[in-house]
């Protein structure tokens, strides 16, 4: 055995409740758990041995949902309406950010999320290989690498929500062949997993749509879509498909509404649409901090889970809710949920653990390997000082209030140690294989000019946080 975390508490989601081990240990063979369970039973002799008192550990947080090539653009475009969000908010100085900056931006956004164990994530962007490379592997985490299939033109003069955009089939199959590449590429690696990511049905034309299906079901792949995220989409699928027709509805024509779907978002589909994709045993992910901030509504976290689907959360994009702290995600899940049901019971912090843990695993579709401590899985582990002041005082009796403590006040900071597959990857709250401070240096530097050079396409854009500036408020 290479490693042992002894006399800790731990959670490991596994059996019943939170599997909860008041005095356990947990050891590594290579990239696997090699035991799991009371300190007592362990008879291992493991090469190093770390001192787990005080420490809660537990299977690493999987954030299903992210792009974090827009960290670099934090603070760009938030407290504006949803119809300006994208095109007058966050447009204007995206498109003024070059592949270096959007590597940038990944690199912040990978640690931002690792230190606050996060061990998985899936990344959605377009020529998602680059950020594989230059952020995710030089940190050692896990990734499932959904690359952006987008066939909308580049240079489209802005058009009305009921106009259709007009599509560039090459633009598409580009799109699509850097995905196949990317499963070639990744076909034996065991930290990275690819999948179609179809960017929302108003974006990606029919018969391309027909052929990800097609591929995906003959190859057991999986297909990440936005789906009904807003009333733009939900007009131009009305404008190109009839004004009778839904996401949720073309996704069964063409046949992506299955069980290798990864919907997200979906605040836009009816009950009945929702009742459809969970029937048809398709996987939801819900962007809390997200979607509160740029649409002002509840994602269905609670409604998934209640209709048995495998539910998991993202974090989605820096520019809107402001970052990548999955703990700070936990919170905001379960908050929003409580008070969209005016329910304190509707979301509780056990669930939000298990959401945050196995039903990431579920959602990626890799279950089989993280999601719990179990012996034989992944050694993706993540520690928690119980004795730092976001968390502490936690009792264990009568109950563990470290449970709720995590969920409702625990700060990233609380974070000690994350290991993937083995590798501990964050030490003492340090984070390994990049130089975080030269990350946040350039990744400022870049933003300076990004933001100089798309001054006046911002401005030319008027969106309210124009005038919030001129005020003197921003």
């Known amino acids: ?87 007058d908010g966050l447009g204007p100085v995206s498109r003024h950010a070059d592949v270096e900056d959007r590597i940038a931006g990944a690199r912040l956004g990978a640690i931002e999320g690792l230190l606050s164990g996060v061990t998985t994530v899936c990344e959605y962007a377009g020529e998602v290989g680059d950020l594989v490379e230059s952020a995710y592997r030089p940190l050692g985490a896990r990734v499932v690498a959904t690359e952006t299939i987008n066939a909308v033109v580049d240079d489209r003069e ?43 049905l108003d974006m990606v034309p029919r018969d391309l749509l027909e052929t990800v299906a097609e591929r995906a079901g003959d190859h057991g792949r999986d297909v990440h879509v936005h789906v009904a995220q807003g009333r733009r989409e939900r007009l131009q699928v009305q404008a190109r498909y009839g004004e009778d027709a839904s996401t949720v509805g073309v996704l069964d024509d063409v046949g992506l509404l299955s069980d290798r779907l990864v919907a997200v978002h979906c605040h836009d589909a009816t ?82 653990l298990e959401v945050g843990t196995t039903g990431g695993a ?23 000082d119980a004795t730092h002041s976001s968390l502490a005082p936690t009792v264990q009796a009568p109950f563990h209030t470290a449970v709720p403590n995590l969920v409702y006040s625990a700060s990233r900071g609380a974070v000690r140690d994350v290991f993937v597959a083995g590798e501990r990857v964050v030490e003492d709250g340090e984070v390994q294989g990049l130089d975080g401070e030269s990350v946040v240096d350039e990744a400022r530097e870049r933003a300076e000019r990004v933001f100089r050079e798309a001054a006046d396409d911002w401005r030319a854009a008027g969106s309210e946080l124009v005038d919030a500036a001129d005020d003197g408020r921003l």
């Open 158 to 200: 802005e058009r009305g929500a009921r106009e259709p955009y007009a599509f560039d089939p090459e633009k598409g199959g580009a799109a699509l062949d850097r995905a196949e590449a990317l499963f070639d590429q990744y076909q034996d690696d065991p930290l990275v997993t690819p999948a179609y990511g179809p960017q929302a």
């Open 271 to 352: 009950t009945a649409e929702r009742a459809r994709i969970a029937d048809a045993d398709a996987r939801f992910v819900g962007c809390p901090s997200s979607i509160g901030a740029i649409d002002g509504v509840v994602p269905p976290v609670v409604e998934f889970l209640e209709r048995g689907a495998p539910t998991a959360l993202g974090t989605d994009q820096a520019p809107g809710p402001g970052g990548h702290d999955f703990l700070r995600e936990l919170r905001t899940a379960a908050m929003l949920a409580k008070t969209d049901a005016a329910d304190p019971t509707a979301f509780p912090a056990w669930r939000a």
């Open 362 to 384: 579920r959602v990626l579709g890799l279950d089989d390997l993280i999601g719990t401590l179990e012996e034989g899985k992944a050694a993706d582990v993540i520690t928690i």
């Open 1 to 87: 055995m290479d490693r042992a975390i002894e006399n800790t508490t731990l959670l490991t989601l596994a059996g019943e409740g939170l599997g909860i081990v008041d005095d356990g240990t947990i050891a590594f063979d290579g990239a696997d758990i090699a035991y799991v369970g009371p300190a007592h039973e362990f008879d291992g002799a493991p090469e190093r041995r770390i001192d787990g008192t005080d420490l809660v550990t537990m299977p690493g947080l999987v954030d299903a949902h992210r792009h974090t090539s827009h960290t670099l653009l934090r603070g760009a475009a938030q407290d504006l309406p949803e119809i300006e969000w994208m095109t």
